[in-house]
């Protein structure tokens, strides 16, 4: 749980702008975190290891970002933790990928904004850094997740931003919008499979305009879909708690898996939101640059897995 008692050092990472708080204290065992808050909602990063976001919710409620217990409060693991939260990998997935992010970085408090610094990457190179900024209202958040190259010769990759949302809740995302034959002759966007993919397990759900996966805390089997979508999003219903990540795709790059800018997996202990960039070039020297944005929405009920309740709940908190 959250302890609010502040260390007793001098805050010089304490910050306000307008309505928005950051304040040092401990959280889940790890004595170095940052909790960032309007008054409405709150979110937790650590110091201790990183890049991570902990936990996203509102003031006094639930966390919607997953937390493995035997993971908390530890570092300087050597090899990669899960642990949950929020965190920022490359891809396409290889070895490199698995970048260890279990060492201390550098937090910064900078007005109402949250710089979070790891040390450059050994493995590949990369300096990574997530910078959050929420609104003095409301539930928004704005999510960059920066990657600059080190190296002295160019490194090809994609930026790949991934939410690990807390068991047994619903996760929704949306197809582009849909057409008719014979008007519309083209594909719109790839659904994609991994070897494990398989649609005839039950925590699928499609409609003609989404698609849905639930997490199950009884079914260990893993399970993974992507797609592309230009205005990509993903929802995670918990209880009657909505989390919202939004991130706007460019349909004339080129993305890893198959063209994806979207992809969800689960199993028993979590379900993943993940928004890709594309893949990107990245000079010596140079960053590249991926932005989602967040939102919370409260007493969200969805009555039915269909297509008019779906748009009755969403499409007002899409526009």
Request: net charge positive.
């Amino acid at each position: 749980m959250w302890r609010r008692t502040l260390l007793t050092v001098s805050l010089t990472a304490m910050a306000t702008t307008a309505q928005v708080k950051i304040d040092k204290a401990a959280y889940q065992g790890w004595p170095n975190c940052y909790r960032m808050t309007n008054g409405e909602i709150e979110l937790v990063a650590t110091s201790d290891i990183g890049p991570r976001v902990m936990r996203y919710g509102f003031v006094k409620g639930q966390n919607l970002f997953a937390e493995f217990a035997p993971e908390m409060g530890k570092s300087g693991e050597k090899e990669w933790k899960a642990r949950g939260g929020h965190r920022l990998w490359i891809a396409p997935e290889t070895k490199e990928t698995y970048a260890l992010d279990n060492g201390p970085i550098q937090v910064e408090a900078k007005g109402g904004t949250l710089i979070m610094t790891q040390p450059v990457e050994p493995e590949t190179g990369l300096e990574k850094q997530i910078i959050i900024q929420m609104a003095a209202r409301g539930t928004a958040v704005e999510v960059t997740h920066r990657l600059r190259n080190t190296r002295r010769a160019a490194k090809e990759f994609a930026p790949w931003a991934l939410t690990m949302m807390a068991p047994g809740g619903l996760g929704i995302t949306g197809f582009p919008p849909r057409g008719s034959h014979p008007k519309d002759l083209l594909p719109t966007n790839p659904l994609v499979m991994w070897a494990y993919t398989d649609f005839s397990d039950p925590r699928w759900t499609f409609t003609y305009k989404y698609l849905m996966l639930q997490q199950d805390p009884k079914n260990a089997r893993p399970m993974k879909t992507a797609l592309f979508n230009p205005d990509t999003w993903g929802g995670y219903l918990l209880g009657s708690d909505l989390y919202l990540k939004r991130y706007k795709a460019d349909p004339t790059k080129t993305y890893p898996d198959y063209g994806s800018s979207f992809e969800t997996f689960t199993n028993n202990e979590f379900l993943e939101l993940e928004t890709v960039g594309p893949l990107t070039k990245v000079a010596a020297g140079a960053t590249v640059e991926h932005l989602e944005r967040w939102s919370l929405h409260k007493n969200v009920k969805l009555k039915a897995k269909t297509d008019a309740e779906l748009d009755r709940v969403m499409l007002p908190l899409l526009r």
